[in-house]
């Protein structure tokens, strides 16, 4: 394992328009290639704190640094280019309900604009993974929640990102599939890639064997 | 141990990295493309209204501007048109008619001139009117010679005044007993035709605002359709050029089916017009045909349709871009 710092908070508060204070001075070192689990309470700020790695969402105060760099350095033209490196997996799947599951995971790709042959083999290659093969002509409406939740993750690994940043991608699954889903990610972090998973199931998380990280809800 | 690339920086440069950004451009290029019109396909009641709201408004100007090409074709130099006519004196003989046209065409206003002898006069007036056998019953022909001078339209300039000071130097040929000017309303016609053009011209630019408002708006609409799409897509990391792509081809699609649209409108009102026009044209001995829309005008008119589209279009997601800049998820 590489001792590179990757993701780096330094005194990061975030507080929403609304005034609700979602994090508090959160400092903290994520390394390259390192798996972590962020675990907390319902409201604790797991959600807010990918969001702010991956520029969904800016501090209020701090900084947030990628590679030594502080995010609030990065021009508005290269936040798509960033992004683009970070596999996300939101706690809503956030598919389109109008493309089937392989027009949907072949998303990311369209964008880099690759070429239709590759397109069609990696997108089958990723929903392979979270055993989706047999659905690809199927439309989100037609999947249960768990389902969707799998093209969601075959949609953000399917551009070989660097990092995966997931919120409670096992929220909708059945113990075994979540079993499952764990090990892909496992099998990503193998191959290098960070992975940063913010998940309430403490059993799972606790079996993983990885460094967990407890945030602790904001009380005024 | 693996090696990674840096996050915020793009990708190191290879030799052959300017290939691969031409081929990844093209590939989005052509997906955008294939997009832009599978959704006209697929939304076929709105893209044939945007359509014909398109078509009908540029076939108004295209129209007027083929009508009054084909009216200032009539005051070309080329267009055998109404003349000048001297009229003769009566004891001027053919030879000195002849001698005359050789004199008069030398002046710089003039293109050609012809003569037509008393005696082609008699008989074209026999062909024409029948009234040979009254003709006879005067005994002698009592036509003059007549010297027919085709001017330069171009260079008589367009003021009356230029025309009277040249039908006045033509009067003073001893030769000449009369000088009969059949070129008046040619340039009454031009006149109107200059203010013609101002008025195409207007209506062209009216009618060319209201093409981009239609693209416009029916881009947006289409915008506020796929806002969701947008949305996630600039989540996973489109850029705002990639997001705009296949609307702009979107624009381009209905600005260029709509011209397309418009030239069949318009000629088909041509095919309507062409043989009345021709008829009334051959009634009055000219050789004036209605043209319908050259090659020139057909690429005029695709060009501006295209680009308005293209530019209405632009208009429409450029705005949306902008309003939504700050990005929640
Ligand atoms: N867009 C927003 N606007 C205002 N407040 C927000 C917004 N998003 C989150 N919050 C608030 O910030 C706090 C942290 O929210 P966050 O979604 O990060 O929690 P979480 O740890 O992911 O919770 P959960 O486990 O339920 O997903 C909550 O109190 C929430 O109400
Ligand atoms: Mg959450």
Known sequence: MTTKTIIEFRQVHKRYPTGQLALYNVNLT???????????????????????????????????????TPLSHLQARQIPNYRRRIGFIFQDPHLLYDRNVFDNVAMPLLISGMPATDITRRVNAALDKVGLGKKTKSYPLMLSAGERQRVGIARAVVNRPTMILADEPTGNLDPELAQDIMHTFAQFNDIGVTVLIASHDHGLVERMKKRILVLQRVEL | MTEKRPLAKPRPATSNNFGRKSRVWLNQQKQAIDFSLKRLWFNPISAWITLIAIALALSLPT???????????????????????????????????????????????????????????????????????????????????????????????????????????????????????????????????????????????????????????????????????????????????????????????????????????????????????????????????????????????????????????????????????????
């Open chain 1, 30 to 68: 994520i390394h390259a290639g390192e798996m972590i689990f962020i675990t907390g309470n319902s409201g604790a700020g797991k959600s807010t704190l990918l969001k702010l790695i991956a520029l969904l969402e800016n501090p209020s105060k701090g900084d947030v640094l990628i590679d030594g």
């Open chain 2, 63 to 329: 129209s007027m501007h083929v009508l009054v090409k084909n009216l200032q074709s009539l005051t070309h130099n080329n267009q055998s048109v109404p003349t000048i006519s001297l009229f003769l004196k009566p004891k001027v003989t053919e030879q000195q008619a002849n001698d005359l046209a050789e004199l008069v065409k030398s002046q710089p206003e003039v293109l050609s001139t012809t003569v037509v002898t008393r005696d082609q006069a008699l008989q074209d007036f026999n062909k024409i009117s029948g009234l040979a056998d009254t003709l006879k019953t005067l005994g002698e022909n009592p036509l003059p010679n007549i010297v027919v001078i085709t001017p330069k339209m171009n260079d008589l300039g367009v003021t009356d005044a230029d025309l009277e000071d040249f039908s006045k130097r033509l009067k003073t040929y001893k030769e000449v007993e009369d000088v009969q000017i059949d070129i008046e309303w040619i340039q009454r016609l031009r006149a109107i035709l200059q203010i013609a053009e101002r008025i195409v011209a207007v209506v062209a630019a009216l009618l060319a605002t209201t093409v981009l408002l239609v693209v416009g708006n029916t881009i947006r609409l289409d915008i506020e359709n796929r806002k969701d799409e947008i949305r996630v897509t600039r989540l996973i990391g489109a850029t705002n050029r990639y997001i705009r792509r296949p609307f702009l081809y979107g624009g381009l699609w209905l600005g260029l089916f709509g011209g397309f649209l418009s030239l069949l409108v318009v000629n088909i009102a041509l095919l309507f017009l062409v043989d009345p026009v021709n008829k009334l044209s051959m009634l009055y001995g000219s050789d004036f045909n209605l043209g319908g829309i050259d090659l020139t005008t057909t690429l005029e008119v695709l060009t501006v349709s295209a680009g308005l589209g293209l530019v209405g279009a632009w208009l429409a997601v450029n705005r949306y871009l902008w309003e939504s800049e700050v990005i929640n998820d």
